[in-house]
Nanobody, 124 residues
Framework: QVQLVESGGGLVQAGGSLRLSCAAS????????MGWFRQSPGKEREFVAA????????LYADSVKGRFTISRDNAKNMVYLQMNSLKPEDTAVYYC?????????????????WGQGTQVTVSS
């Protein structure tokens, strides 16, 4: 298994930016697909972005495409989510997740390991 710890959340005004970080432990991190999901009160956890082990393939939810960028640094066991042009509807707890298989996925049930989450609040 991989242990995941998110950081970088906070309060930001609409139109602002935040960068979330996810620190992973585990020798096989570099082979995992990594994803970001988010959950707002009363809503299901939804897919935000994912990245394959090499970083060459990424996948985004339509709602964040063009505004968010996922990246990873396998040497540092880190995954990042750069969030620009934030909107109030982006307010949620953001979770980092690991999928120990090669194929990229937007299905939360196909991710095995999860972090505790970091709160992002966007004010209007």
């Amino acid at each position: 298994q991989v242990q995941l710890v998110e950081s970088g959340g906070g309060l930001v005004q609409a139109g602002g930016s935040l960068r979330l970080s996810c620190a992973a432990s585990g020798r096989t991190f570099s082979t995992y697909v990594m994803g970001w999901f988010r959950q707002s009160p009363g809503k299901e956890r939804e897919f935000v972005a994912a990245i394959r082990w090499s970083g060459s393939t990424t996948l985004y939810a339509d709602s964040v495409k063009g505004r968010f960028t996922i990246s990873r640094d396998n040497a540092k066991n880190m995954v990042y989510l750069q969030m620009n042009s934030l909107k109030p509807e982006d307010t949620a707890v953001y979770y980092c997740a690991a999928r120990p298989w090669a194929s990229i996925s937007r299905n939360r049930n196909e991710y095995r390991d999860w972090g505790q989450g970091t709160q992002v609040t966007v004010s209007s």
